[in-house]
């Protein structure tokens, strides 16, 4: 179970703390003074200080560590925040207005990721080039190493909950979480979403009038990240700020394109619209115009080539999505990627 270090000497603070950490599911551990939280400092998975014993803790000059949160009862004062400063503390609370967020924050430990799931979002550079199968292929192929979240933000694309067999699995989509206000966990957001053997998918309910709000958006991709190995975020063609919200949080961003000369024109285009990310490679799907021809009219390097899949409508018919073996363009293309993008 994990533990949580709680240093205060309020009795009335110290209940509720451990209060919410019950409701979170974790382990307590109680210092009533700073020399006997020194002692406990380095092994607890979060410590959490008062703000009544915030600034002599920070005179014991502690080690930096992650995972500090210093809290108050009610507002919080400046020297709670020199202190928090002091501690190198990620943030600082107030009871009981935090209260919602501090239990989202304790139930998260043990659950997320030692390094943070990469996020990779994928973008058709043309009409009709395959993003949105693309980007199940990566998750499916994903998932046989490590939980995998397909995040689909193109309303009007088929839906990634049919595309991958889990439109009969019941769980949260966007109108559900757009909601919710404050934190949401790694955890929270994994259980609630549908899916089956380490592949979830978060998307649009049916006949859904609106989208997600640009901060619901930019709360998911920090919680799957926390929770996942693998986060795919199927690109609506049209920029707008929910998009942006998730392009300046992707390690990579994949253009599909068709290897013809219209696919290439419209690709080109949308390349000259995308921010200046760092990492944007292209997946050439088919046959035509040599994909260095492609590579060298976009500036954008060619990640992976692959032919048209056979069958793929009918097994996306059948429930099993666009990779459900090994073997296949799809597949082969999709794991070449994701190896590239774990390198």
Avoid: K, N
């Avoid at 400092?41 to 410590?47: M, R």
């Avoid at 994994?190 to 998307?203: H, K, Q, Y």
């Avoid at 929770?227 to 975020?233: A, K, Q, R, W």
């Amino acid at each position: 179970m994990a533990s949580v270090l709680v240093v205060t000497r309020d009795p009335a603070l110290r209940d509720e703390l451990t209060r919410l950490a019950a409701a979170a599911g974790v382990e307590v551990c109680s210092a009533g003074d700073a020399a006997s939280a020194l002692r406990r400092w380095s092994v607890a998975e979060l410590v959490v200080v008062g703000a009544d014993l915030a600034d002599p803790f920070a005179e014991l000059d502690p080690p930096r560590r992650s995972q500090v949160v210093v809290v108050a009862s009610g507002p919080a004062a400046d020297p709670a925040f020199r202190a928090a400063l002091a501690l190198g503390a990620e943030q600082v609370v107030s009871l009981p207005d935090s209260g919602p967020w501090l239990t989202a924050r304790m139930a998260d430990l043990g659950d997320e990721r030692a390094r943070p799931g990469r996020v990779v979002g994928v973008v058709g550079g043309s009409g009709g080039a395959g993003a949105s199968t693309f980007a199940c292929a990566l998750g499916q192929v994903g998932a046989r190493t490590g939980p995998v979240l397909v995040v689909d933000l193109d309303p009007l694309g088929p839906g990634l909950d049919r595309v991958l067999g889990l439109d009969e699995r019941t769980g949260a989509r966007w109108d559900d979480l757009d909601r919710t206000a404050g934190r949401l966990g790694a955890r929270a957001l994994r259980d609630a979403v549908p899916g089956r053997d380490g592949l979830g998918v978060l998307t649009w309910s049916a006949g859904s009038a609106s989208g997600p709000a640009p901060a619901t958006v930019r709360e998911c991709v920090s919680a799957a990240r926390r929770g996942h190995d693998l986060v795919v975020v199927d690109l609506p063609r049209s920029l707008d700020p929910r998009v942006d919200e998730v392009l300046v949080r992707c390690d990579v961003v994949l253009v599909l394109v068709r290897p013809t000369l219209a696919s290439t024109a419209a690709a080109v285009r949308l390349v000259g619209r995308l921010p200046d990310l760092g990492t944007v490679g292209l997946v050439a799907r088919g046959s035509g115009v040599d994909p260095g021809d492609v590579s060298a009219v976009t500036g954008v390097p060619v990640l992976a080539e692959m032919a048209d899949q056979r069958r793929l409508a009918e097994w996306v018919d059948l429930g099993l999505g666009p990779a459900p073996g090994r073997r296949g363009p799809l597949a082969r293309a999709a794991a070449h990627v994701l190896a590239q993008v774990a390198a």
